[in-house]
Nanobody, 125 residues
């Protein structure tokens, strides 16, 4: 089970940190990713990181503003979001897979086996 939290209502330019904790049944999480879905839009890739944190991938829209990290000892990973914009408003979902993925594949929604319930982020202008 993946549990995401940390969403909220902020103003443009503010920061938020989302967390995602894996609990319950033990499973291997080689790649952990973040996706988001804005109202009326399809779910899209945001960022992902592999086991050990040696490789990360970001959507162009968040590069330089968002940072993904993980703490494997606690099965928790994070999305630090800085300089938030109104267009970042969405429900953010964490996801995980036991597969090893290339940087390009990390951005493919279908590659992920486990999904959290989502946490809502609203950025006002």
């Amino acid at each position: 089970q993946l549990q995401a939290c940390g969403g909220g209502l902020v103003q443009a330019g503010d920061s938020l940190r989302l967390s995602c904790a894996a609990s319950g049944r033990t499973f291997s999480t080689n790649v952990m990713g973040w996706f988001r879905q804005a109202p009326g839009k399809e779910r899209e890739f945001v960022a992902a990181i592999n086991w050990g944190g040696g490789s990360a991938s970001y959507a162009d829209s968040v590069k330089g503003r968002f940072t993904v990290s993980r703490n494997d000892a606690f099965n928790t990973y994070y999305l630090q979001m800085n300089s938030l914009k109104p267009e970042d408003t969405a429900v953010y979902y964490c996801a995980a897979t036991s597969s090893r993925l290339s940087a390009q594949a990390m951005g493919e929604l279908s590659r992920y086996d486990y999904w959290g319930q989502g946490t809502k982020v609203t950025v006002s202008s």
